[in-house]
C-alpha cells in the first residue's frame, strides 16, 4: 500500500525565551498515513497534535526527524520553495475557526481562491468550484456572503475550498471543536463522505472520541510521544491506558469495559449505541442460559 | 447587538446600472463628475439634472433611498448656499439689510451651485454606490490599475487588502457586539457619563477587539499560506470581467454629453454661475 505521508523519529521544541523553558511539543514521533485511509490523531490539549498538524502542512520546521509526502523528503536543508508549494498542492488543511480561514465576501468565491492561486484557467476553476460546492451540499448557497451561514456551514465552505484544489490528503485540525452537535454532525459526515467516496486521505485531528473511532486508524498522542495506535477497537479495547493519558473513552466502550470487569463476557469494540445495547444484552441472554 | 450594515448601501437589483461593468461604472463616474463641473449655464445644468434623473429611473432605486443618502450633505449644502447669498455681489439688488445685501445673481448661483452639488451625490451614487457591491468595485478598481503592477505598484496587494477588510467588517462588528455584552456583564457602563467618561469605557472594548484582530490575522495568513497563496503574481481568477457592448456605450454617451455641455457653455451664454 501506497503511502501518503510518512514521519520517522519527528522532534519538535518551542524555544524559549527569557525566564520560559523550552518545551519540547513532539518527541521522536513515528507513523506512516497510507494512502485512501482515514487516520484519526487523538489526545488532550497540549499533546502536541496541533503541533504536528503544522508540521505536516510545512508550516513549521522540525527540530529533527524526517517527513516524507508521497514519498518525497520534506524536511532538511535541500527543501526549496517550489517544493512546499508543491507538498501543499497534495497536503491541504481545514482549521479549528471557520471565521478566521474564510477570505472572500461571497461563498463562490472563497473556494476559487485556492484555486486561483494554482493559476488555473477560469473555465475549469469554476467546475471546481461547483463540484465542490455541490460535493460539500453548499451548492445553493453559491452567492451567499459567508458570515450569514452558520459554524457547521461555513466550515463545509472552507472544506470546498480545499477541495477545490483536489488535493490528495486532507487534515483537519480540531475542525470541529468550535461547532455546535448539529454543525459537527454535517461536517464529520462531509469528512466521512470525501473519505469513503472520493478516496481522499483524511488525518482528522480531535479530542472527541467518538469522531476518532469513525477513523480506521486512531494514533493516540500524550505528551509530544505516540502513547499507541491501532484500529479504533484495539485502541480503546485498552481503556486504562487512556485514562492514564487524561483522556476519555466513547460511552459505548466504557459502558462495556465496565461490564466486562462486572465478569459479563462482552466485546469492547463496538461504538454504536444500537450495536451496544444488542452486544449487552446478548451476552446477558448467554449469562442467563449459563445459570439455567 | 444585532447589526446589519450594508455597507456602501448598496441596494439589490437587476438594471442596467447593476449590470454594468464596475470598470466602465468607474470610468462613467469620473467623466460624470467632470461633466458637472464643467457645467456653466442654466440650459448646461437642465440637460444635467434630466440625464441625471433619466439615471434614477433607469436604475429603478427608490427616491425615499436616495433622498436618504442626500441628508448627509445637507449641512454642506446649506452652508454653500448661505454663503452664496449673503457674499455674492451683482447688479440687481433684492435685499438691503445695511450689513449684508442680496443680490438676484447670489440667489441664482446658489440655487445652481446646490443644484450641482446634489447632482453629483445622486449620480455617482446610482453608478457606484447604490448599483455596486463592494466587491465588485474592487475587482473592478484592481483590473483598471492593473498596467501600474509593471511600474511597481502593489495594486493586488491593496485589492487583497481590501478584499479582506471587506469580509472581516461584518465579523469583527459581530465581535463587538460580543465584548460590549461580556463587559456589560462586568458591570461596565458605555450610556451614562460625560464624554471624556464614556470615552474612556470604549477602551476595554478596543483593547480586547485589537487583540482578537491580530489573532485573526495570524490565522487567516496561515490559512492563505496554507492554500497556496504567494502574491498576485501567477494568479487567475475564476470570474473574469468581460465587457459588453452597453458598457461601451455607456461610456460613449457620457462623453457625449460631456461635449453638448462644452458646446452649450460656448453658444448658450448668459446665466452663467461663478465657482
Known amino acids: 500500500m501506497e503511502n501518503t505521508i510518512e514521519v520517522k523519529n519527528l522532534c519538535f521544541t518551542y524555544e524559549g525565551y527569557g525566564d520560559v523553558p523550552d518545551v519540547e511539543a513532539l518527541h521522536d514521533v513515528s507513523f506512516t498515513v497510507e494512502k485512501g485511509s482515514f487516520t484519526a490523531i487523538l489526545g488532550h490539549n497540549g499533546s502536541g497534535k496541533s503541533t504536528l498538524a503544522s508540521v505536516l502542512c510545512m508550516l513549521s520546521e522540525p527540530a529533527s526527524g524526517e517527513v516524507y509526502i508521497n514519498g518525497k523528503l520534506m524536511t532538511g536543508e535541500d527543501v526549496t520553495d517550489e517544493d512546499v508549494f508543491d507538498a501543499r498542492r497534495r497536503v491541504g488543511m481545514v482549521f479549528q475557526n471557520p471565521d478566521n480561514q474564510i477570505v472572500a465576501s461571497v461563498v463562490e468565491e472563497d473556494v476559487a481562491f485556492g484555486c486561483e492561486n494554482l493559476g488555473l484557467p477560469p473555465a475549469e476553476i469554476r467546475r471546481r468550484v461547483d463540484d465542490a460546492l455541490e460535493c460539500v451540499g453548499m451548492r445553493k448557497y453559491a452567492r451567499h456572503s459567508p458570515h450569514k451561514l452558520s459554524g457547521g456551514q461555513k466550515q463545509r465552505v472552507a472544506i470546498a475550498g480545499v477541495i477545490a484544489m483536489k488535493r490528495d490528503c486532507i487534515i483537519f485540525d480540531e475542525s470541529t471543536a468550535m461547532l455546535d452537535p448539529m454543525g459537527r454532525r454535517e461536517v464529520m459526515e462531509t469528512i466521512e463522505y470525501l473519505n469513503k467516496v472520493e478516496g481522499v486521505t483524511v488525518i482528522l485531528i480531535t479530542h472527541y472520541m467518538e469522531e476518532a473511532a469513525r477513523a480506521d486508524r486512531v494514533i493516540v498522542m500524550n505528551g509530544g510521544r505516540v502513547l499507541t495506535t491501532g484500529t479504533p477497537g484495539e485502541v480503546f479495547s485498552e481503556p486504562e491506558l487512556l485514562w492514564d493519558a487524561d483522556l476519555d473513552v466513547p460511552q459505548t466502550t466504557e459502558l462495556l469495559y465496565r461490564m466486562k470487569k462486572a465478569g459479563l463476557d462482552v466485546r469492547l469494540d463496538i461504538f454504536d449505541f444500537e450495536e451496544c445495547a444488542a452486544e449487552i444484552a446478548r451476552a446477558v441472554k448467554k449469562r442467563q442460559s449459563e445459570v439455567k | 447587538m444585532k447589526m446589519d450594515i450594508a455597507f456602501g448601501q448598496y441596494c439589490e437589483g437587476n438594471s442596467i446600472l447593476h449590470r454594468l461593468d464596475p470598470r466602465a ?182 483593547i480586547p477587539l485589537f487583540v482578537s484582530a491580530f489573532r485573526r490575522a495570524g490565522d487567516l495568513a496561515t490559512a492563505m499560506e496554507c492554500r497556496c497563496y504567494t502574491g498576485g503574481a501567477g494568479r487567475t481568477r475564476m470570474n473574469v470581467l468581460h465587457a459588453k457592448w452597453y458598457d461601451f456605450a455607456f461610456v460613449l454617451a457620457v462623453t457625449a454629453l460631456g461635449a453638448a455641455v462644452v458646446l452649450m457653455n460656448i453658444y448658450l451664454p448668459g446665466y452663467t454661475v461663478t465657482m
Open chain 2, 25 to 206: 461604472k468607474l470610468i462613467i463616474s469620473i467623466i460624470y463628475i467632470v461633466v458637472l463641473f464643467l457645467a456653466k449655464n442654466v440650459f448646461t445644468f437642465a440637460l444635467l439634472t434630466l440625464t441625471t434623473m433619466a439615471l434614477v429611473i433607469l436604475s429603478g432605486i427608490s427616491l425615499r433611498v436616495i433622498a436618504g443618502g442626500l441628508k448627509p450633505i445637507l449641512f454642506i449644502a446649506l452652508f454653500t448656499a448661505i454663503i452664496n447669498i449673503f457674499f455674492f455681489t451683482g447688479d440687481t439688488l433684492l435685499v438691503d439689510l445695511k450689513i449684508v445685501k442680496i443680490y438676484l445673481e447670489g440667489l441664482f448661483n446658489a440655487g445652481l451651485i446646490v443644484l450641482r452639488i446634489v447632482l453629483l451625490i445622486v449620480s455617482t451614487s446610482m453608478f457606484l454606490t447604490y448599483t455596486t457591491t463592494p466587491l465588485a468595485l474592487t475587482d473592478g478598481m484592481e483590473r483598471l490599475l492593473s498596467p501600474l503592477a509593471k511600474i511597481g505598484v502593489p495594486v493586488h496587494d491593496f485589492s487583497m487588502m481590501m478584499t479582506i477588510a471587506l469580509r472581516f467588517i461584518p465579523t469583527l462588528i459581530e465581535e463587538t457586539g460580543k465584548i460590549m455584552n461580556a463587559q456589560k456583564a462586568r458591570g461596565a457602563d458605555f450610556t451614562s457619563g460625560g464624554l471624556i467618561k464614556r470615552a474612556r469605557a470604549i477602551i476595554p472594548i478596543i
